[in-house]
């Protein structure tokens, strides 16, 4: 019985770990201005960004991003949290978490 209760309490504190957010799970996010040719078209946009929170990292997978829907990454404006996405919201507009 006793060893029942160990057990039990060991998979519900291995569940825990698994569920609580880490400091490297923070949620990562860059601005970033692209455009598009024939016509020219520009926009100013908003994406989630995985893994290292940099602008090498969100440079190397918006380009691929926008690529894949006819548009060319200009700059990556910078990199941010979830605490920076609220001011961007209205200024990103249709492009806000698009890509």
Same mark, same amino acid.
């Given at each position: 019985m006793y060893m029942k209760h160990i057990l039990l309490s060991l998979a519900a504190a291995?569940?825990?770990?698994?569920?609580a957010p880490s400091a490297q799970a923070a949620e990562c996010f860059a601005d970033y201005k692209a455009k598009?040719? /024939?016509?020219?078209?520009?926009?100013?946009?908003?994406a989630q960004v995985s893994g290292d929170c940099?602008?090498?990292?969100?440079q190397s997978q918006?380009?691929?991003?926008?690529?894949?829907?006819?548009?060319?990454?200009?700059?990556v404006v910078s990199v941010f949290g979830?605490?920076?996405? /609220?001011?961007?919201?209205?200024?990103?507009?249709?492009?806000?978490?698009?890509?």
């Open positions: 291995g569940l825990l770990a698994l569920s598009q040719e /024939n016509p020219l078209r520009l926009h100013y946009g908003v940099s602008r090498a990292t969100a918006l380009t691929k991003r926008l690529a894949a829907q006819g548009w060319t990454l200009l700059t979830e605490d920076g996405l /609220n001011q961007r919201k209205e200024s990103a507009g249709k492009n806000f978490l698009r890509f």
